[in-house]
């Protein structure tokens, strides 16, 4: 009776650690024309319409950012040092849309 928690941890039952059951020298165990693997997987497949979507999402966010800290000096107000870090933040959040939709080391690839 009791749920699994409460009964003592069995040690023939617990799996081996993935570091224990690798060889030393993973590359020596593979064949020698066959092109290794990458060092690290990318977290999430980068599709096309996800990177337009949030691309442009995040251009049109750092537009608008830009556009607010921009509309006081239009009406006369001179450039405060708040209003002049707001722009440089909206035009740093354009940029990484830019970055998003561009993707300029070819990580992404296109999802048939």
């Known amino acids: 009776m ?5 009964q003592p941890l ?4 617990v799996a081996a650690r993935p570091e224990a059951t690798s060889p030393a020298n993973p590359t020596a165990t593979a ?3 066959a092109p290794a693997s990458p060092a690290q997987t ?12 949030s691309g442009s999402g995040l251009i049109g966010a750092g537009g608008y950012v830009y556009w607010v800290a921009r ?4 009406l006369g107000y001179p450039p405060s040092p ?6 440089v ?4 959040i354009a940029c990484w849309g830019v970055v998003v939709l ?3 080391k070819g990580k992404a690839y296109r999802v048939v």
């Open 2 to 6: 009791g749920s699994f928690l409460s």
């Open 10 to 13: 069995d040690p023939g039952k």
């Open 31 to 33: 064949a020698p024309g």
């Open 42 to 53: 990318p977290l999430f497949n980068n599709c096309w319409s996800c990177r337009v979507l």
């Open 71 to 74: 509309k006081p000096m239009k």
């Open 82 to 87: 708040g209003n002049i870090a707001q722009m």
């Open 89 to 92: 933040i909206g035009i740093s």
């Open 102 to 104: 561009t993707d300029p």
